[in-house]
């Protein structure tokens, strides 16, 4: 296998015994990606293209995929999508390895997301194969990027420094999305999110439960494209917040009527238990339903 920070581009492949089966739709891609973000996503993106607005598109840790495939969507001519991620290589510090063995060790391999990819796109992105701190040496040019996805560790030091090489990479008025800026399990995502926007010159634009987005451009402008859709037609629910002097949107997934909420012990508990946990309690959950839903219909 090649070293983590040498196996870069579309052309470098990671060994495996048996070719990955890639997921049949895009949904069922693992990760954690929903529908409320990828509509965002969407919006936001196409929102650039019709303005003219070109540039290459960024993802700081890309999991097996399920992003990556609609940023891919929405290359234009002469547009690149990079994407960094360990994968299965080794991390360079003990937090990091901690974290990847707790989360992701038995389910991340570069080969599952290169089958994930070219199922749904003819070729593959850029691929960088190591730490996301290795794009502060200047391989991604300065000012080249219209978009940025920051999903990788949940490590203060490192979100922090993934946070400067989006700035860094981010053309004027380019768009920053951050993961996990608000759960319980990533205070270290949280501490470098708002840092950025009180002393670093972010501007917060849009929050969902998931992922903060920001600029370190025209936020206005960025917050009248968004309220240029109706949400709300579409079972989501709009809000608006002043941060710091700009106003944020805040779009949230609306309640459905006769809906049961869920528990808080319950939404605690899968947001703080690691993503492999997480999906095993949720396949439970789903398996439980369904023998109810069998037993009613009989």
């Known amino acids: ?43 936001l993106l196409a929102a650039q293209s019709t303005a003219g607005r070109t540039g290459d598109i960024l993802e700081l840790g890309t999991y097996l995929g399920r992003s990556a495939v609609l940023l891919g969507d929405h290359l234009r001519p002469g547009e690149r999508l990079t ?34 990819y070219l199922a749904f796109h003819p070729r593959l992105p850029e691929i960088v194969q190591a730490p996301t701190s290795v794009l502060a040496d200047g391989r991604i040019p300065a000012d080249s990027c219209r978009f940025v996805h920051v999903d990788a560790s949940h490590l203060y030091e490192h979100v922090a420094g993934d946070i400067e090489v989006a700035r860094a990479a981010l053309a004027e ?22 840092q950025a926007v009180f002393t670093g010159g972010l501007r917060p634009v849009l929050l969902t439960p998931m992922k903060f987005y920001g ?12 309220l240029a859709r109706d949400w709300r037609a579409e079972g989501f629910t709009v809000d608006e ?54 037993g009613r219909a009989r």
Not at 86 to 111: C, H, I, K, P
Not at 173 to 192: M, N
């Open 215 to 226: 600029t370190w451009g025209d936020a206005e402008a960025v917050r009248r494209i968004l």
């Open 83 to 116: 994407v960094c991620d360990l994968f299965d290589s080794e991390a360079g510090d003990a937090d990091n390895a901690a974290e990847m063995t707790m989360s992701y060790r038995t389910s991340l391999t570069r080969a599952a997301f290169e089958a994930n």
């Open 173 to 194: 008025d380019g768009l920053v999305v951050l993961d996990d800026y608000r759960s319980e399990h990533t205070p270290g995502v949280s501490a470098a999110v708002w």
């Open 1 to 43: 296998m090649p070293s983590a920070d040498t196996a870069t581009g579309p052309a470098a492949t990671t060994a495996t015994t048996a070719a990955p089966r890639p997921a049949p739709s895009r949904d069922t891609i693992p990760g954690w990606f929903f529908r409320l973000d990828q509509e965002a996503f969407r919006h």
């Open 241 to 294: 917040d002043t941060i710091a002097g700009v106003p944020v949107v805040r779009l949230n997934n609306a309640v459905r009527s006769g809906a049961a909420p869920r528990s808080t012990p319950r939404r605690l508990l899968l947001d703080l238990l690691p993503p492999v946990a997480t999906r095993t309690v949720r396949r439970a959950l789903r398996a439980l339903r369904d023998r109810r839903a069998g």
